[in-house]
């Protein structure tokens, strides 16, 4: 089984829809991890979490939100998803020691 | 602040031949510096790190990468490509002496190609 997985692996939605993107990992790491990818500007920190209560924006948090459930679970946000944001999205994590970070296989989002 | 450069969008290199892809660095202090590669429709899986010590750093898959302060490189490389190794290669930077949450920087990735 995957250390990293996440749900859904594809989807497609309309502007305004709330939409949430799962992961979940069995590494047992604290540090968890939300990036975008896209073509030509490779990938993006949106928010991290260093344990269930620290939760952090990285470079570019505005129209998302994070939520903790547990030290395994990190949900990533679209209140109201608008086109720019179609693109790959990455969920990774790293031990402690903030060393080399464990991805999951992605989730496609496009918004029409 | 950090970054990383990638100058090749991609690299071709024949089925047997040596391939290099490059990757240079900028930061203030110390680099902790990764390689890591993307096969299509899959996450990123870590190929190797450096953090100190020698120079050159063996990984996985037979890839290596050979750092390099004064020119602020570090380069992957492998002596002999194979056709299994076409993907997206991305190099990424944390500066150790940032304090606070040293966050890693990925370059924009480079597409290799081997051709059988």
């Known amino acids: 089984d995957a250390d990293v997985t996440q749900t859904p692996r594809n989807r497609i939605t309309k502007t305004g829809k709330r939409i949430m993107l799962e992961c979940s990992q069995t590494k047992g790491h604290d540090r968890m991890y939300w990036y975008r990818q896209d073509p030509g500007l490779g990938l993006r920190l949106i928010y991290y979490?260093?344990?269930?209560?620290?939760?952090n924006k990285g470079e570019i948090s505005d129209g998302y939100s994070v939520s903790r459930q547990a030290q395994a679970k990190f949900s990533l946000s679209l209140e109201s998803a608008i086109p720019n944001q179609t693109a790959l999205y990455f969920c990774?994590?790293?031990?402690?020691?903030?060393?080399?970070?464990?991805f999951g296989p992605g989730t496609r989002l496009t918004v029409l | 602040a950090q970054s990383v450069a990638q100058p090749e969008d991609q690299v071709n290199v024949a089925e047997g031949n040596p391939l290099t892809v490059k990757c240079t660095y900028s930061?203030?202090?110390?680099?902790?510096l990764f390689w890591y590669v993307q096969y299509p429709n899959r996450g990123l899986q870590f190929l190797l790190k450096y953090i100190t010590g020698d120079n050159l750093v063996k990984g996985s898959y037979g890839f290596e990468a050979e750092f390099n302060k004064s020119q602020t490189s570090f380069h992957l490389k492998k002596p002999s490509a194979l056709v299994s190794d076409s993907a997206l290669y991305f190099c990424?930077?944390?500066?150790?002496?940032?304090?606070?949450?040293?966050?890693?920087?990925f370059g924009i990735g480079t597409k290799l190609q081997v051709i059988p």
């Open positions: 990424a930077v944390r500066d150790l002496n940032s304090g606070g949450y040293q966050k890693v920087t």
């Open positions: 979490s260093f344990d269930v209560k620290d939760i």
């Open positions: 930061v203030s202090g110390n680099p902790y």
């Open positions: 990774a994590t790293s031990g402690t020691s903030g060393r080399e970070q464990f």
